[in-house]
């Protein structure tokens, strides 16, 4: 294949569209270079880290509109670590998945285990969704927000006629952050923050309601074996002095405090849907009038609006797109490896300016026109 060159003046100033890690703004580096790095090798049982953990907690109950009685909970390790935490600490009895790409179905995996009845999984086609059903002796329900691998977007709402006292977990790592939502219609919102948080990984957090926290200080009560890595409760325990059971990530959570405060300042979550929506859009539309592209996900309402999966037809092939896209620059772009499309799937969390995507598709639609 010949050399293509993209011109210039239609290169992204920031070629970083990936679904994660995320593009980290150049303000975030720049503040941990003079003031981050002072942390960097200290104790985390002292103020100056204690107070950065307690300034990310402060700023994200800020964003999430300061729900009553929620508290702020983060553990060591990533989501996958979580669903391990949840597993042990969190379902008493018997889970619901709504599952409709991979993370989803990871979750539930991890809910298939000795003390635990098998889950119920609500299976919906990938670039679709399904809905929870209300089940009796279900004591938990999971679904994610924004499902990664896909692009299919959940609202955040509870389900009626479900037992009493059960509980709603919503998977929200790549959502956080980037969309808004209504903290009081779930208990466990949980996150990594290296998307929309233009952040690093190596840390989960939880927006955790009252009834969440009493479920999983009674569980630790019990006899139910649980290991102190994957005690929700020791989580807890330990968020409520502003520090981790192990030592954190530290630039995880500076890098995650500057940008909650970036997004804070300029309007809260409010502000940062409105422009994930707006970067969104813009590529919905450019596939809807493409001639070789269409979007994925086929129902408008199903469509995430901080990751956009867009299929070529067959006279394109999405690879060579993305493999001369890397080579000037534009990186990221390629498809979730285990969906098998012919497809470019694109980032755009908070981070990423309208612009920037406008630059993309113009990209695109010149490649295309050279390859063809």
Known sequence: MPEIIIPSELLPVDGRFGCGPSRVRQAQIAAFATEGAKLMGTSHRQAPVKNLVKR???????????????????????????????????????????????????????????????????????????????????????????????????????????????????????????????????????????????????????????????????????????????????????SRLNQTLNTPAVATLFLLAEQTDWINENGGLAWADARTNAASSHLYEWAEASQFATPFVSNPEHRSQVVVTIDFDDSV??????????????????????????QLRVATFTATDLSEVQSLTQSIDYVVGQLG
């Open 56 to 238: 990310v907690q402060t700023g994200l109950m800020d964003l999430f509109h300061n729900p009553d009685g929620y508290e702020i909970v983060l553990g060591n390790g990533g989501s996958t670590a979580f669903w391990d935490a949840a597993a042990f600490s969190l379902v008493e009895k018997k889970a619901q998945n709504l599952v409709h790409g991979e993370f989803g179905a990871k979750f539930a995996t991890s809910l298939t285990n000795p003390w635990l009845d098998a889950p119920t999984v609500v299976n919906g086609e990938p670039g679709s969704r399904s809905a929870l059903r209300a089940d009796a002796g279900v004591d938990s329900y999971a679904y994610a927000q924004n499902e990664t691998s896909t692009g299919v977007v959940t609202p955040v709402e509870r389900l009626a006629g479900v037992d009493a006292g059960a509980l709603f977990f919503t998977d929200a790592t790549s959502a956080a952050g980037g969309i808004d939502f209504d903290a009081t219609q779930t208990d466990v919102y949980y996150f990594a923050p290296q998307k929309n948080f233009a952040s690093d990984g190596g840390l989960w957090f939880a927006l955790m309601s009252p009834a969440a926290i009493e479920r999983a200080e009674r569980i630790a009560a019990s006899d139910r074996y649980i290991p102190e890595f994957l005690s929700v409760k020791t989580a807890i325990d330990n």
């Open 317 to 342: 092939d999405a690879a060579a797109v993305a493999k001369v896209l890397r080579a000037n620059g534009i990186v990221d772009v390629e498809p979730y490896r285990k969906l098998g499309r012919n």
